[in-house]
């Protein structure tokens, strides 16, 4: 698994994202957090693995780890469509724009996410999201759960096949279903 | 105030004295002042002038930045890392840099159209002279140049009127790329307010070309019954030579078009076009054809079609010449601010020019008099066409399975792809002998070539996309409609009240490039999506050739379907992207013919009007150019939204509204004074749709204004609600912050949305007279 950008040109400068090598420590930093937040972008429905549209596995990832869910672009209709209601649906922009201003309250108004996931972007969207955090939200924790790298994040999976982040997503549900 | 220049020319005069010859005279300026509207607050404005509109925007959508990059390498102090809140060694932040970069692309856009309006000014009345007046569309457009009006208070009246409003233009273009340099400007939203004003100078910039060549070359003269005109790759007639044209200058297209019409060969051979100079010329002659968007060029190249290419200026692949050259294809680049190399042979004999580039002694040649490059062009491409008997460079379909096999399943092809398009599964297919995940990709590849650029084993990937999508490619036999230019006055008389009350929905322009998150198929259904709810449709460039790519099933192109008028229900298309300035122009126009408001010098006024009545929506779905920035600020700043497709997130700055905060949405009562919260109307300025879904569902929610009658409101929160159910497969979460009286909630959802309204407290409020001017309210009282 390589840790350069997916996208080869999306470079960082001096922040870099730490790397996830392994799901179970993505769910130890997810279990840790008061208050994380799942983003979902479009691509999970475009993407397919073992048969099953990538939205699938984030359903049971979702399901398993009680994560609240924000569906963007038009992903809140594919969610309930599958019978899982996302806690709130968002423009990408909007959603990630709340995400990076501390006074936000988040979804509930009870208090700031203090953890950030985001996956299913288009790559160069969720990127560039991303590195707006980085910069003006520098206090924020964001984690890709991805099988592309993103450089921008606090933390991401490196590149992997659509195979290894089926299995990876599976790991991560059993975990949270407490499975070992 | 217009001046002019005096300029007396005698050919042959004779008196006392004896006998004049070429007898040319200038003398000074003299002031015309046929234009008797006052002059209004902010003539020419400057830098500043605008700096406190711009604040009140900037006030309620605030910059959104994402860094498409964190360090800085404008000058030899840097490279500075300016990660989250260090500071370069000029003392600049990432926040700063950010809309730096955004006012630096927003400036090369305006410098873009208005060298281009210089370069067709210059050409224009040379061969014309000064004194030939402007006709945009004889009586029925009395205000001829309305954003020039605006912004200059300038009335253009002949060719050479023009050229006093591009040196306001010029001027304005230098002092903005002057605050770029290290240690100028230092404030985030101050590069900000630059970037709206270098945008609104681009509209008169585009203005001023597009009136030009409107008033000479015998285009369409605001006619929604423009004629329709072919496109695509297989609307060309491959039996004859075929000399295609790249670019936006339409003037070497109309020395090869008067060349091959002097000749009378003008039926023996095709003069087809990329891009916007493709748009203008169908403008001036209906028999040429459109290709299609910029990213056709490799695929119409390597496919052997061209036997001559020419180049004028702006988005042209700059590795045409060594695309051309592998099917030995001539290129004449016919512009100065593209010269690719080549010899100048301006001064060289037709003859020898022609001579050199069919024997194929020189690849190319750089021709910068347009009626010499219409000579060489026809001539080559009648000589050249029977010696390459289409050379292409496309592989055979047995030949792909074969390549194919070379593939190692690297994956640097989709790492490299802008579309992160799965190529190595297509490469597997296809090493298979199955090409169907190739043709696929011809549908949505935007031919940037990316792909080839990373593959190890030296695959020419776009290449084989193209022969798999060979079949597709020959039945793209399509109408586009010849850009119309302006909106007559008559039109916007016509739809001015039902827009303003909102009974009109909106108004949708849908302008720009083709980098398109999954093909042009998605700005056809846009477009089809809202001239079918009867919102009027406004379309230029590249989007208004994807618009009119596709059929229906009755097999009718969006252009048959729909009419091609300023009106609910129509589809039109105003040309080329220098013709975008009539769709602001018409935004005015609706201001000033309409609502009376006037006009001359009055900037602020007639944006505070725009941005609370109007329901216009710019929407640019494959923006990826920095005109298209350009043209994006120029909206910004009027006050009008615009959307982009997922790539134009790398604009790196939207500009957002917080639709739960209140004080966001509030705005003078010109009748009373009193502030007025009047929910998010409209809630961004610049926003990003991820899909083609939410794109449609967004364009509808942003068309509300604060100054809707309930009628209104009430028939644009259907069309929201409806589009949302059916696109999101849910009832909008934010119904409530648009609903002002029981009257605005559409009548078949009383009891679905009177639920929503009590379970979020919702308090009934008043519909203002709207405004963001302070002094609007003591000129209303
Ligand atoms: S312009 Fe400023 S931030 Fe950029 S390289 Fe120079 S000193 Fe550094
Ligand atoms: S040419 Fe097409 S497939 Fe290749 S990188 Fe560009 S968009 Fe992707
Ligand atoms: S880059 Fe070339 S070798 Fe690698 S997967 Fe793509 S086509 Fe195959």
Redesign the interface.
């Known amino acids: 698994m390589s840790c350069e950008p997916w996208q080869c040109a999306e470079i960082a400068s001096t922040k870099k994202a730490n790397p996830i090598q392994k799901p179970e420590i993505a769910v130890a930093m997810i279990k840790k957090a008061q208050r994380p937040l799942l983003i979902v972008g479009s691509n999970v429905t475009e993407r397919w693995m073992e048969g099953k549209q990538a939205i699938e596995y984030i359903i049971d990832l979702a399901n398993a780890s009680k994560i609240p869910v924000v569906a963007t672009a038009h992903m809140v209709g594919e969610f309930i469509k599958r019978g899982y209601t996302p806690a709130a649906f968002w423009n990408a922009m909007e959603i990630s724009q709340r995400v990076g201003d501390p006074t936000w309250m988040g979804l509930d108004g009870k208090g700031h996410p203090d953890l950030v996931i985001y996956v299913g972007m288009p790559y160069y969207m969720e990127a560039l999201i991303l590195a707006g955090l980085k910069h003006f939200a520098p206090d924020l924790k964001t984690m890709t759960i991805d099988n592309m790298y993103h450089v921008h994040a606090s933390w991401s999976f490196p590149n992997a096949s659509l195979e290894e982040w089926a299995a990876n997503l599976k790991v991560m549900t059993s975990k949270f279903s407490g499975g070992n | 105030m217009t001046s002019k220049n005096v300029h007396v020319k005698i050919d042959e005069m004779k008196t006392n004295a004896g006998l004049i010859k070429n007898l040319e005279l200038s003398i000074g300026k003299v002031i015309n002042d046929n234009y008797t509207e006052p002059m209004g607050p902010t003539p020419m404005p400057s830098v500043t002038a605008l700096r406190d509109w711009d604040m009140k925007l900037l006030t309620k959508y605030?910059p959104?930045?994402?860094?498409?990059c964190?360090?800085c390498c404008l000058c030899t102090f840097g490279k500075c890392?300016?990660?989250?809140?260090k500071r370069g060694a000029c003392g600049l932040d990432?926040?700063a840099q950010s809309s730096r970069i955004v006012m630096i692309a927003c400036a090369i856009g305006s410098a873009c159209h208005t060298a281009h309006s210089r370069h067709l000014v210059h050409h224009l009345i040379e061969k014309y002279g000064r004194r030939y007046p402007l006709d945009v569309g004889g009586l029925n457009v009395k205000v001829e140049a309305p954003v020039s009006r605006l912004v200059t208070g300038i009335k253009p009246e002949t060719l050479g009127d023009l050229d006093d409003i591009l040196t306001y233009t010029e001027e304005q273009i230098t002092q903005i790329l002057a605050t770029a340099h290290t240690g100028q400007e230092a404030n985030n939203l101050d590069f900000e307010s630059k970037a709206f004003h270098i945008g609104m100078v681009d509209h008169v910039g585009m203005e001023v070309g597009d009136i030009a060549q409107i008033s000479t070359l015998g285009y369409p003269k605001a006619d929604p019954e423009a004629p329709l005109v072919k496109l695509g790759i297989g609307s060309v007639d491959r039996t004859k030579p075929v000399i295609m044209c790249i670019g936006h200058n339409v003037v070497p297209s109309v020395g090869i078009i008067d060349y091959a019409k002097d000749t009378k060969v003008d039926d023996k051979i095709e003069v087809v076009g990329l891009c916007c100079t493709s748009h203008d010329m169908t403008r001036y002659y209906t028999r040429a054809r459109i290709v299609g968007p910029i990213s056709w060029e490799l695929r119409f190249i390597r496919a052997g079609l061209a036997d001559v290419v020419v180049l004028d200026e702006q988005c042209i692949r700059t590795d045409v010449a060594e695309e051309a050259a592998k099917t030995n294809t001539p290129v004449i680049a016919a512009s100065e601010k593209n010269c690719v190399g080549f010899k100048n042979r301006t001064n060289d004999s037709t003859d020898a020019i022609v001579e050199d580039l069919v024997s194929g002694k020189v690849k190319g040649v750089l021709v910068l008099d347009p009626e010499k490059v219409g000579e060489v062009a026809v001539r080559v491409a009648q000589a050249v066409a029977p010696i390459r008997k289409r050379k292409n460079v496309l592989p055979t379909a047995e030949e792909v399975v074969a390549i194919a096999k070379t593939c190692t399943q690297c994956k640097?092809c989709q790492?490299?792809c802008?579309q992160?398009y799965f190529i190595p599964a297509a490469m597997k297919a296809a090493a298979a002998g199955d090409l169907s995940k190739l043709t696929d990709l011809y549908e949505v590849c935007i031919g940037c070539g990316r792909c080839e650029q990373?593959c190890p084993q030296k695959i020419a990937i776009h290449s084989l996309i193209v022969k798999a999508g060979e079949k597709s490619m020959e039945c793209e036999d399509n109408l586009c409609r010849s850009g119309r230019g302006a909106v007559s006055d008559v039109e916007i008389r016509n739809v001015g009240s039902p827009i303003v009350l909102g009974e009109i929905p909106g108004i949708v322009a849908i302008v720009g490039c083709s980098n398109y998150?999954k093909g042009g198929k998605d700005v056809y259904d846009i477009a089809r999506e809202f001239a079918s709810r009867r919102y009027i449709v406004v379309l230029s460039g590249c989007s208004a050739m994807s618009a009119g790519s596709y059929r229906n099933s009755e097999g009718k192109t969006l252009y048959e379907e729909f009419p091609g008028g300023f009106e609910a229900g129509g589809v039109s298309n105003v040309g080329s992207c220098v013709a975008n300035s009539h769709i602001a122009g018409a935004a005015i126009k609706v201001a000033n013919i309409f609502a009376k408001r006037p006009l001359r010098g009055n900037y602020e006024e007639i944006a505070d009007y725009i941005h609370n009545r109007l329901g216009a929506v710019g929407l640019a779905w494959g923006a990826y150019s920095q005109k298209a920035a350009a043209i994006g600020a120029g909206f910004w700043r009027l006050g009008v939204p615009v959307v982009v497709g997922?790539?134009g997130?790398?604009y790196?700055r939207?500009l957002?509204g917080?639709k739960e905060d209140p004080t966001n949405w509030e705005v003078l009562d010109a009748r009373t004074g009193e502030t007025v919260n009047v929910g998010p109307t409209p809630e961004h300025l610049f926003?990003?749709?991820?899909?083609k879904?939410?794109c449609i569902?967004?364009i509808a929610k942003l068309c509300m204004r604060p100054n809707d009658t309930w009628k209104g409101r009430a028939g644009k929160l259907s069309h929201y609600i409806d589009l949302h159910k059916r696109?999101?497969?849910?009832m909008p979460?934010d119904i409530h912050l648009y609903i002002r009286t029981m009257a605005d909630v559409p009548i078949t959802m009383k009891d679905e949305i009177g639920k929503i309204l009590e379970a979020n407290n919702w308090k009934e409020t008043i519909i203002p007279d709207p405004t963001l001017l302070p002094r609007m309210v003591r000129k209303m009282k």
């Open positions: 605030k959104f930045y994402m860094p498409d964190d360090s890392d300016l990660t989250a809140g990432i926040g640097q790492r490299n802008p992160d990373a998150p997922p790539h997130s790398k790196r939207m957002l917080r926003n990003v749709a991820e899909t879904e939410e569902v967004q696109y999101l497969g849910v979460n």
